[in-house]
């Protein structure tokens, strides 16, 4: 299903962002999970959210005006823990990214991804608990999900969810061939709809 989306603004800095007159849905992952794909997936439309052939690309925060109901941001942050990113590169977004997801007034949750070959890595295990300290909704996606038999997809989906220790299941999902994309695609809805937008 096509949901009308367009690009909005990017920022390097907070001074950058955007008025908060919308919810706002942050998208957070490695930089090799596949972001912009499921971005793109998610509103049925290939060009929003720009994908590239060498990972740790998007070195800015981008919002991307949602025309659903209610209507909101979906905002792409930086990608993480890519190795040809230089560590000081790194530690240059960290700031950018904490600021956001810590003072961001609008935000009404986060979407989580991670590769379901690799399961939940050093960076999610120290990220869940921060984000439920700040009570940031959190929905965790397993990307590539097509990548796994179906079998071995189920063991790493309980493997996430007992190692992040979610009230309930990461969704797998493949952009490939579209499993768990609308089933995903509606509860980050329904994250979007509890949060009343700032006045």
Same mark, same amino acid.
């Given at each position: 299903?096509?949901?009308?989306?367009?690009?909005?603004?990017?920022? $390097? @800095?907070? #001074? =950058?962002?955007?008025?908060?007159?919308?919810?706002? /849905?942050?998208?957070?992952?490695?930089? !090799?999970?596949?972001?912009?794909?499921?971005?793109?997936?998610?509103?049925?439309?290939?060009?929003?959210?720009?994908?590239?052939?060498?990972?740790?690309?998007?070195?800015?925060?981008?919002?991307?005006?949602?025309?659903?109901?209610?209507?909101?941001?979906?905002?792409?942050?930086?990608?993480?823990?890519? $190795? @040809?990113? #230089? =560590?000081?590169?790194?530690?240059?977004?960290?700031? /950018?990214?904490?600021?956001?997801?810590? !003072?961001?007034?609008?935000?009404?949750?986060?979407?989580?991804?991670?590769?379901?070959?690799?399961?939940?890595?050093?960076?999610?295990?120290?990220?869940?608990?921060?984000?439920?300290?700040?009570?940031?909704?959190?929905?965790?996606?397993?990307?590539?999900?097509?990548?796994?038999?179906?079998?071995?997809?189920?063991?790493?989906? =309980?493997?996430?969810?007992?190692?992040?220790?979610?009230?309930?299941?990461?969704?797998?999902?493949?952009?490939?061939?579209?499993?768990?994309?609308?089933?995903?695609?509606?509860?980050?809805?329904?994250?979007?709809?509890?949060?009343?937008?700032?006045?």
């Amino acid at each position: 299903m096509k949901t009308p989306a367009r690009f909005v603004i990017s920022a $390097a @800095e907070p #001074s =950058q962002f955007p008025p908060p007159t919308l919810p706002e /849905l942050a998208v957070v992952g490695r930089s !090799n999970v596949g972001k912009s794909s499921l971005i793109n997936a998610l509103v049925g439309q290939d060009g929003l959210a720009r994908t590239s052939r060498t990972p740790g690309r998007t070195r800015l925060i981008n919002w991307f005006e949602i025309a659903a109901q209610p209507p909101f941001f979906v905002v792409d942050l930086p990608g993480y823990g890519y $190795a @040809e990113v #230089s =560590q000081a590169m790194r530690e240059s977004w960290r700031p /950018l990214i904490e600021t956001y997801l810590a !003072n961001r007034t609008s935000l009404a949750g986060v979407l989580l991804l991670v590769d379901v070959r690799r399961g939940a890595q050093d960076e999610e295990l120290d990220f869940v608990p921060w984000l439920d300290e700040r009570e940031i909704p959190v929905v965790v996606a397993l990307t590539k999900a097509d990548k796994l038999a179906k079998n071995k997809r189920m063991v790493e989906v =309980q493997k996430v969810r007992r190692a992040l220790d979610l009230r309930r299941d990461p969704f797998a999902v493949s952009t490939l061939s579209g499993e768990g994309v609308d089933p995903l695609w509606r509860t980050l809805v329904g994250v979007v709809t509890k949060r009343v937008a700032p006045v």
